[in-house]
């Protein structure tokens, strides 16, 4: 469905604007998650003293610190994808371009508009 609203334009580039803050959220979240788990390890391994449990604390660590990463490459991939569309979106905005809507596009703007 072609639109060509100014208007209905804006509003979908305000929805991509506010998914991508969303997803900007989460990874500061995640960011924040791995540093306290950081800092807790790290207090408990002053702690430690015999050599089995330094390795539990490294093996622990190790599996940590890869869950987390995995955790933020996801995040972080998700986040880039928002960011071409709404490099793409604003692009058609400047140039006054159509812009083509899916269904669920159509959806998320109806509910603003009913909003308001």
Request: positive net charge; contains cysteine.
């Amino acid at each position: 469905m072609k639109v060509y609203s100014q208007q209905l334009l804006q509003m979908h580039l305000l929805l991509e604007i506010n998914e991508l803050q969303v997803q900007i959220q989460e990874i500061k979240e995640l960011m924040t998650k791995c540093h306290i788990k950081n800092e807790s390890v790290q207090k408990r391994r002053i702690t430690r003293w015999t050599e089995e449990e330094d390795q539990l604390l490294i093996d622990q660590m190790h599996a940590a610190g890869t869950q987390n990463y995995k955790q933020i490459q996801i995040v972080t991939k998700s986040a880039s994808q928002v960011y071409f569309r709404l490099r793409y979106l604003k692009n058609v905005f400047l140039q006054n371009k159509e812009l083509y809507l899916n269904k669920t596009d159509l959806g998320k703007l109806k509910d603003i508009f009913s909003l308001q």
